[in-house]
């Protein structure tokens, strides 16, 4: 190959010679393509196609690079018609580029010439590129992620400081180098280096992606150390823009991975180092054998290893649990589990917690698990994962249920539904009261024995008390009484106490068993609103304008005040509907006769408008009319919708009339003046 130099290469970039490569990102456990990697290519005229690692270096020391990465950004957002939004792209930016200051500014007009979201972008960034300068990488990565970039570390592993660049930059994911991954197969030490990466990255919730996959053996411990993302040969090399459609089209990549379900059975190879633990085949083995449902997750809630019994529990194979998240797989039980987990990743040790799966048996019912979280923690004592334990206590509940229909003081305790349970003899003397009291009221239970609990009671509940109290003792009926009684702080506050009797085979009453329950501030809000109601009543009674309230769409009115029935002249029944008061009719001023919806209060229930004023005569049943002047308002429910309305009515009839009266007689007067002058002769 001839040698190529800086003219050629700037040459090359007028020429547009410089073009995108597409090699495609999967999901290992499917071989679902997930995104592209974006690697550049010269279509030289004469040598053909060029690699980068012939002209990237030259593009470097000759201040061409940024023209490349522009070029090759411009090309691939261009391409990236045909490419679904579901799907990533991932560039590389040269060590050179990110200690550029501009770096972010440029990688933003690019995103918004091409008209490429942000979030679907990955830049991939060497660790060499973050030697030099710590504190202008960390600028130029905060900016990138505010343009919701993502941010990968490549080529990890190959350099010396990669760890502090981990720990000190927001990176999204971490990429396990290919030399690595082409001898993982068969050289040990770089399956060790592969199992410690991908265990890197989950300790720090970052991504894991494995380049350089060149077979199926590969990809198959990737994904048993861990590992969620892959690239290599074995899912297809890099092609032109003008072959993605095909590559999109494919539902899968990689052949199915039918040797992974078998590991998960027991024969993962004996010499594979997995993470976290150096021999997990043995463990695996103990794992099935257990009776106890068992797994590992990671700190993302991500399925590390699972048991035959628990992936029964479960009902999803052993290998679809592996690297998916339980909000994923099962979203249902994440539900239930997530508070558990997050306790235990935050080193909270968690047993025995009882709880209902959310899948059916086959019967139709549903399993009553018994969980158990502990955290795991790494030789620095952080918490690097949790360990679950699920026991099916189904047959033991249903046991214990059936025990508990048998004992009738259990029917009763149920049906009464406790807020402060407490339990009395037969003839109510010897009362025992939960903790509950104590807290709610200051009153130490053993006050209210030996018939103590009277000393409590407001004097104007008290002579109630007892009646209800003796009441029940001689019929054996259900107790439910409401009554205030006095705190320790002296205010009195409201509860309702419910019981009920149990008795013996020959039907005598051998205990009571009850609960309280503080209904103190459902009495006050009634008090408070009947007091608000008894002030309303009194305005409304008081107002010399006639109201009346309906309701919406019935038109069945509410309330009405006096003054309303004084200008009907006849009574107002809340059962009556506005139609009833239309019947005899009315008069538009210009003589026109009122249609159903003219009325200003069907008006404001309609449009949820104000109506009104408007002048009608009303038409009374005893041949009567009078003049009114109505206006109308509607009100709302909580939910916004018009709930219905209020017309306020102002009897103007002597006004009216009186007004008419004199507008008649001017019109007299001025006829009498129209014939005087008439009549009059001129005055030469």
């Known amino acids: 190959m001839a040698s190529l130099n800086r003219q050629d290469l700037s040459e090359a970039l007028e020429r547009d010679e410089i073009v995108p490569y597409f090699q495609p990102l999967v999901e290992l456990r499917t071989g679902k393509l997930t995104g592209f990697e974006v690697l550049a290519r010269w279509k030289h005229p004469i040598q053909g196609l060029i690699p980068p690692d012939k002209f990237i270096s030259l593009a470097e020391h000759a201040g061409l690079i940024g023209k490349v990465t522009d070029n090759i950004l411009r090309r691939a957002f261009a391409s990236a018609s045909v490419i679904p939004s579901s799907l990533s792209l991932s560039v590389n930016i040269s060590p050179l580029q990110f200690r550029d200051r501009e770096l972010p500014v440029r990688i933003e007009d690019a995103l918004n010439r091409g008209g490429f979201a942000g979030h679907r972008l990955i830049l991939e960034v060497t660790e060499s590129a973050l030697v030099d300068n710590m504190r202008q990488a960390r600028t130029s990565s905060e900016w990138l992620k505010r343009l919701g970039i993502r941010l990968a570390l490549d080529d990890f592993g190959t350099g010396y400081s990669s760890l502090r660049h981990l720990q000190s930059l927001p990176f999204d994911e971490l990429k396990v ?77 990689a052949p199915a991975m039918e040797s992974v379900s078998d590991v998960g059975q027991g024969s993962l190879p004996a010499n594979l ?37 628990l992936a029964e529990m479960n009902g999803t194979p052993i290998a679809d649990h592996i690297g998916r998240r339980v ?33 059916s048996t086959p019967d139709g019912g549903h399993r009553t698990l018994l969980l158990s979280y502990q955290p795991a923690r790494d030789e620095a004592d952080e918490v690097i994962g949790v360990s679950v334990a699920v026991v099916d206590i189904s047959a033991r509940k249903a046991a214990e249920e059936a025990l508990k229909q048998s004992e009738e003081h259990y029917r009763n305790a149920v049906e ?3 807020h402060i349970p407490w339990t009395a003899s037969a003839d109510f003397i ?13 009153v130490p239970t053993e006050n209210i024995s030996h018939h103590g609990w009277l000393d409590v009671v407001h004097p104007e509940d008290l002579e109630r008390a007892k009646n209800a109290v003796s009441a029940c003792l001689r019929t054996g009926d259900l107790l439910d009484l409401e009554l205030r009684v006095r705190r320790t702080d002296g205010e009195w506050i409201w509860l309702r106490s419910r019981g009920s009797a149990r008795r ?28 608000s109601e008894a002030l309303l009543k ?74 009104g004023p408007a002048e009608l005569l009303y038409l009374r ?64």
């Open 177 to 253: 180098d290919a030399s690595f991954v082409r001898s993982m197969d068969h050289t040990r030490e770089s399956r060790k280096i592969a199992a410690a990466v991908v265990g890197l990255g989950h300790s720090l919730g970052l991504t894991t992606l494995a380049e350089g996959i060149e077979t199926q053996a590969q990809a198959e411990m990737l994904l048993w150390l861990g590992c969620e993302f892959g690239q290599g040969w074995l899912y297809g090399r890099p092609v032109p823009d003008d072959e993605l459609q095909a590559i999109i089209s494919r539902t899968s990549l």
């Open 273 to 309: 180092e997995a993470l976290p633990m150096q021999r997990l085949a043995q463990l695996q083995a103990i794992y099935d054998g257990a009776p106890v449902g068992l797994c590992f997750l990671d700190t993302q809630m991500r399925y590390i290893n699972i048991n035959r019994r």
């Open 327 to 359: 909000s994923d797989l099962h979203p249902d039980l994440y539900q239930i589990a997530a508070p558990y987990i997050r306790r235990a990743l935050q080193g909270e040790s968690q047993s025995g917690m009882e709880v209902t799966s959310p899948k």
């Open 416 to 418: 009464l539904n406790p």
């Open 430 to 442: 010897e009362i025992d009261v939960s903790p509950s009291w104590l807290k709610l009221t200051g």
């Open 504 to 531: 013996d085979g020959a039907g005598n009453i051998i205990r009571w068993y009850g609960s309280m329950e503080d209904i103190d501030d459902r009495k006050k809000t009634e008090e408070a609103l009947q007091a």
């Open 538 to 611: 009194a305005v409304f009674k008081a107002v010399p304008v006639g109201i009346v309230a309906a309701e919406a769409p019935s038109g069945q009115i509410l309330m009405s005040n006096p003054q309303a029935e004084k200008i009907f002249q006849r009574p107002i029944i809340s059962a009556d509907k506005i139609s009833d008061y239309r019947k005899t009719g009315a008069i538009h001023p210009d003589g026109r006769p009122y249609q159903p919806d003219d009325y200003p209060l069907t008006q404001a229930i309609l449009t949820g408008e104000i109506a």
């Open 621 to 684: 049943e005893d041949g009567s009319d009078t003049w009114i002047s109505a206006t109308a308002a509607p009100f709302r429910g909580q939910d916004g919708n018009v709930a219905g309305g209020v017309v306020a009515l102002l009897d103007v009839d002597a006004v009216k009339r009186e007004k008419h009266t004199l507008l008649e007689r001017i019109g007299e007067l001025e006829r009498q003046l129209e014939e005087t002058r008439q009549h009059s002769k001129p005055i030469c």
